[in-house]
């Protein structure tokens, strides 16, 4: 079974700054990596899809991927209180489904 | 669109009883997931399924049974319900294995 790994947190960040949101996969022949939103109560939200090495920009969230490291990030610049919620990784299972990670508790103080 | 729905929202059940959870998209998705979620964990796949009439388990199957008969329909069954199954069950769909949408959830207790 492939493994995701997150800081579970809480990752405490004020308002205006930059939140770097970290992940790590086990499976070398991964290829497909997303970051899903939840705030709490509600179900995930896709945020953020990568599938090449380097960096994809969307609005204020860029996330970052280096297939030889095995590694994903989530940046989110000029933070807001809105964005306080739990972010989870997930990362393609041989194309047939997720697995995900134990998301990371961000919380944006005003 | 209604996007993907379930039923129950809230559920209480008594240690041996049976359910069934109900789940719908209208979106045409060939995908269809169940999931689990604990407190203050990820999200842990039971079943999914690739197209009507074909399921696969995922990693945690147990006490679960699934069928497919539609595109639209997945339902999730519970038989002998026990306290380990209180959770949080969330069902998604995508047209391709990306970019999965959730449904609002139902949240089972076993008691």
């Known amino acids: 079974q492939k493994e995701v790994e997150q800081n579970s947190g809480p990752l405490s960040v004020p308002e205006g700054a930059i939140a770097s949101l970290n992940c790590t996969y086990s499976d070398r022949g991964s290829q497909s990596f997303f970051w899903y939103r939840q705030y709490s109560g509600k179900s995930p939200e896709l945020i953020m899809s990568i599938y090449s090495n380097g960096d994809k920009e969307d609005g204020r969230f860029t996330a970052q991927l280096n297939k030889a490291s095995q590694y994903v990030s989530l940046l989110i610049r000029d933070s807001q209180p809105s964005d306080s919620a739990t972010y989870l990784c997930a990362v393609d299972n041989y194309g047939q489904n997720f697995v995900f990670g134990p998301g990371t508790r961000l919380s944006v103080l005003p | 669109n209604a996007g993907v729905t379930q039923t129950p929202k809230f559920r209480i059940l008594k240690i041996g009883q049976s359910m069934t959870l109900q789940c719908a998209q209208d979106?045409?998705?060939?995908?269809m997931y169940w999931y689990r979620q604990d407190p203050g964990m990820g999200l842990k796949l039971i079943y999914y399924s690739v197209g009507a009439g074909i399921t696969d388990k995922g990693e945690v199957p147990n006490g679960y049974n699934v069928s497919r008969s539609t595109t639209e329909d997945f339902p999730l069954r519970l038989e002998l319900a026990a306290p380990s199954q209180t959770s949080v069950y969330f069902c998604?769909?995508?047209?391709?294995?990306?970019?999965?949408?959730f449904g609002p959830g139902t949240r089972l207790t076993v008691t």
């Open positions: 979106m045409n998705h060939n995908y």
């Open positions: 998604a769909s995508s047209f391709t294995v990306y970019e999965q949408y």
